[in-house]
């Protein structure tokens, strides 16, 4: 406890000083923001095929997903907050905070990382390994949810993400050596809690802004200007990289948590390629990221503790189907992991 406690001093220290990353830090352990479950990612038949044949997942960009309010929710929250806040502020800091307002409408947020509010891309799981609500979505056909392990995750050799352009030019680096690849890179995988208590995600947005209040005041103690620049840039990377993480409490079935990427990069050696494909009659942009280990080699055993097959007319036919698949594919370890779902429910 001890060691946690001069962790968060050695944080909030930092973010008293400009740095965004430590605020999230501190953030991360006051609302419990990241999922510590196994979590399970809900796809159709042919989505399922891709992901376990390439190790493979899809982050969807989020102003094409089922929520009609995703990112904007969570602007419109924190513009809120801010605005209430300034009528308990002194001037200079009520003016610190309407150029924080103001400048949430920019499309970036040009800090410490360079944070985007139009191109913002979403891996999305799921907290219920059985859900109607997810379920629904499919239809007569069975959707399929596979259910990733905490435990396997995290531990060695776990998984991490890159992005697979990334992967495809490091490969080529190693003249397609796959096991002397070096890790370049690479994330964790580590799902953040999608907040859908409006409580809470007011009492995230009010301790967001109280950081970033107290960077600024720091900051200004030598350099008044310097407080301004550096308070704005601090608050607003902050915000920029907490929005996705709000949604509507309508959605609040789907217990969703969330990988988000919104960093823009240059293009070249930095950059990403944004894919499309067509899905529910929209062309939908996303990005690819590669499953591989903590030392960025192909994973051996994909972490996977049990595949989820959901109601539908074929349901036994599908489980059928995707054990043979997993066999014929060198996955015959998670052949005995796949099940029905417990929910009788089938679209008439």
């Known amino acids: 406890m001890a060691i946690l406690d001069e962790y968060q001093k050695h944080c909030r220290i930092l973010a008293e000083n400009g740095d965004p990353l430590s605020g999230i830090s501190l953030l991360i352990n006051q609302f419990n923001l990241i999922s510590v479950s196994d979590v399970y990612h809900y796809t159709d038949i042919s989505g399922f095929i891709s992901i376990m044949q390439n190790q493979e997942l899809w982050a969807s960009h989020i102003a094409f997903m089922n929520d009609k309010s995703e990112y904007l929710h969570g602007k419109e929250l924190f513009q809120r907050q801010l605005k209430g806040k300034m009528s308990s502020v002194s001037g200079r800091e009520g003016e610190f905070l309407r150029q924080v307002i103001k400048t949430l409408d920019n499309e970036l947020a040009d800090g410490f990382f360079t944070a985007s509010s139009k191109d913002v891309f979403s891996l999305s799981f799921s907290q219920a390994s059985d859900s109607l609500e997810m379920w629904r979505g499919y239809g007569k056909n069975s959707g399929i949810a596979i259910g990733f392990s905490h435990a396997k995750c995290g531990s060695l050799p776990g998984m991490c993400l890159i992005r ?185």
Not at 173 to 202: A, C, H, M, S
Not at 235 to 248: E, Q, R
């Open 164 to 348: 697979s352009e990334m992967y495809d030019r490091l490969l080529a680096k190693y003249n397609g050596r796959k096991n002397d690849v070096q890790p370049k890179y690479e994330q964790g995988f580590i799902p953040w809690t999608v907040l859908y208590d409006d409580e809470k995600k007011r009492e995230l947005a009010d301790s967001t802004i109280d950081l970033g209040l107290d960077c600024f005041r720091n900051q200004s103690k030598s350099n008044r200007k310097r407080g301004m620049i550096v308070g704005i840039q601090f608050l607003l990377d902050m915000i920029f990289y907490l929005i996705p993480f709000f949604k509507h409490r309508g959605f609040a079935g789907e217990e969703e948590c969330r990988i988000v990427e919104h960093f823009v990069k240059a293009e070249g050696e930095h950059g990403y390629n944004i894919q499309f494909h067509e899905r529910g009659g929209i062309v939908l942009p996303y990005i690819r990221y590669k499953m591989v280990d903590k030392y960025c080699r192909p994973l051996q055993q994909m972490p996977v503790h049990e595949i989820v097959v959901g109601p539908g007319v074929k349901q036994n036919k599908v489980i059928e189907s995707v054990r043979y698949f997993l066999e014929k594919n060198h996955m015959g370890y998670l052949a005995q992991k796949v099940r029905a779902s417990d929910i009788p429910y089938i679209k008439t």
